[in-house]
């Protein structure tokens, strides 16, 4: 062979190589690197231990996950949850959130949501029992929100018993940063 065929076919065979790994490439970066679909498959961004955490202009601190088989009200009345099952049981996540400068507000409130999730995957959201000691949303008449002020909120959820000892924590998330955070007690 001579030392010119040689050349042609070195250059050949990595031009072959380069098209080969751009194409592999190019194919696989959507799999690979697709922020927005990772997220939307439910990818935990971070664990912090309590808190507090800022996502989408709001501070996260867990203060309390504790078990209950019913609520009561201030008058010691049971409060009812219609969706309650058998064999269920009654979690109550209190959480300190702090709305930050920059967030929008409406009326001293702002949405606001945080599930509680299990080592298994599965997610519960949160109920609204009524009469309940603490505010269960971000938009409470009665407990408003102020900017840059802490205040307390209770997530209730009911989850089977079997799940209790699998429990991981509270997961807050924002969309626009692509971020899921689970607050663990």
């Not at 031009?15 to 194919?27: D, G």
């Not at 309390?64 to 219609?82: A, C, R």
Request: net charge negative; with cysteine; charged share 25%.
């Amino acid at each position: 062979m001579t030392r010119h065929r040689a050349v042609r076919w070195g250059v050949q065979l990595a031009l072959l190589l380069a098209l080969l790994s751009t194409s592999s490439f190019l194919m696989l970066r959507d799999y690979i690197d697709n922020d927005e679909e990772l997220f939307d498959e439910g990818r935990v961004t971070e664990v912090v231990k309590q808190g507090p955490v800022t996502i989408g202009d709001v501070e996260w601190k867990l203060d309390s996950l504790e078990t209950y088989t019913t609520l009561v009200n201030d008058e010691g009345e049971e409060i009812s949850l219609d969706d309650k099952p058998a064999g269920s049981v009654i979690v109550v996540a209190k959480m300190t959130v702090t709305p930050l400068d920059g967030l929008y507000m409406k009326e001293n409130g702002f949405s606001c949501s945080a599930n509680l999730r299990d080592d298994r995957g599965n997610l519960w959201q949160t109920k609204q029992p009524f009469k309940f000691a603490l505010p269960t949303y971000c938009t409470n008449e009665d407990q408003p929100f102020y900017r840059n002020k802490p205040g307390v909120l209770a997530g209730v959820y009911v989850v089977p018993e079997s799940a209790v000892p699998h429990l991981t924590g509270v997961v807050v998330q924002n969309l626009a940063e692509r971020r899921r955070i689970i607050l663990t007690p």
